[in-house]
Nanobody
Framework: QVQLVESGGGLVQAGGSLRLSCAAS????????MGWFRQAPGKEREFVGG????????YYADSVKGRFTISRDNAKNTMYLQMNSLKPENTAVYYC????????????????WGQGTQVTVSS
């Protein structure tokens, strides 16, 4: 069993930055590809980006490329999402999850969802 806990969300003005964290406990974290997802009000959950188990490769949805960066510290069982140049349309609940589909899939599946952390970007 894996437990994932997201934190770091909050209210930020457009153009600002936030850093989200995803802390993992339970079964091994370091051996799995991980991802960030988000769900805005009235919309389906969407993929934000993923990081390979070693941290050596990442990929992102086109909407966040160049502004968001995913990293991980396997020694701390933690993954991060650095979000810069935030826009009001980035307002959503952000979730982390273990990726369950092939690396590089544009709409990957996830498992062991956390409870999410709310990010609100004001204009």
């Amino acid at each position: 069993q894996v437990q994932l806990v997201e934190s770091g969300g909050g209210l930020v003005q457009a153009g600002g930055s936030l850093r989200l964290s995803c802390a993992a406990s339970g079964r091994a974290f370091s051996g799995y590809n991980m991802g960030w997802f988000r769900q805005a009000p009235g919309k389906e959950r969407e993929f934000v980006g993923g990081i390979i188990w070693s941290g050596g490769s990442t990929y992102y949805a086109d909407s966040v490329k160049g502004r968001f960066t995913i990293s991980r510290d396997n020694a701390k069982n933690t993954m991060y999402l650095q979000m810069n140049s935030l826009k009001p349309e980035n307002t959503a609940v952000y979730y982390c999850a273990r990726l369950t589909t092939s690396w590089g899939t544009s709409s990957p599946g996830g498992a062991y969802w956390g409870q999410g952390t709310q990010v609100t970007v004001s204009s």
